[in-house]
């Protein structure tokens, strides 16, 4: 099983908080909208747990793909 990080993109203000705390999965767009790349791994569920509570539109949420 994966995970990896879905953004919901109307509630989205490209405010870049998931980008900050996970630049190894989140790159930033030139607007400032996140590109979720890679896979959310065990090490890195941590991380990803806590960009979803931080994410200041809720618009962050892990997936198992
Ligand atoms: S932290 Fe939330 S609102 Fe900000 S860019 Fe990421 S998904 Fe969008």
Redesign the pocket.
Known sequence: MKRALR?DWPA????????ELLPEVVDLDEW???IVGGEVTPELLGLARE?VRM???L??RIVET
């Open positions: 953004v989205c203000h490209a405010r870049g908080v998931c980008h400032g909208y996140p960009a994410c200041p539109r618009a962050l």
